[in-house]
């Protein structure tokens, strides 16, 4: 049974925007606070972003901070990932996942348990 779904990847020219979206299922979205990270070719899962259940709090990564943002719209399951002036190395695939109930490392991917299939982003120079 499928629990999170992204989309919005696609290919953009540097200096564009994006916004992802991740639905989950009710189950999943429930209470969890939410993250997202990022692969490249070669390279290990990074962390991104990361937004608790009521939205109060979010975290980023420095190489993010300022050109994301991360929000949640909570009646509709859904995490978003607004991405603003791109660059050709936020090229990768993003996830979504749900953090643990007990996690406080939100910039760890060991703190989340379960992962969407990912959406490709692809950012042209």
């Known amino acids: 049974q499928v629990q999170l779904v992204e989309s919005g990847g696609g290919l953009v020219q540097a200096g564009g925007s994006l916004r992802l979206s991740c639905v989950a299922s009710?189950?999943?979205?429930?209470?969890?606070?939410m993250g997202w990270f990022r692969q490249a070719p070669g390279k290990e899962r990074e962390f991104v972003a990361a937004?608790?259940?009521?939205?109060?709090?979010?975290y980023y990564a420095a190489s993010v901070k300022g050109r994301f943002t991360v929000s949640r719209d909570n009646p509709k399951n859904t995490v978003y990932l607004q991405m603003n002036s791109l660059k050709p190395e936020d090229t990768a695939v993003y996830y979504c996942?749900?953090?643990?109930?007990?996690?406080?490392?939100?910039?760890?991917?060991?703190?989340?348990?379960?992962w969407g299939q990912g959406t490709q982003v692809t950012v042209s120079s």
């Open positions: 996942a749900t953090a643990y109930q007990w996690t406080t490392r939100y910039d760890s991917h060991s703190g989340y348990g379960t």
């Open positions: 937004i608790t259940w009521t939205g109060g709090n979010t």
């Open positions: 009710e189950r999943t979205f429930s209470g969890s606070s």
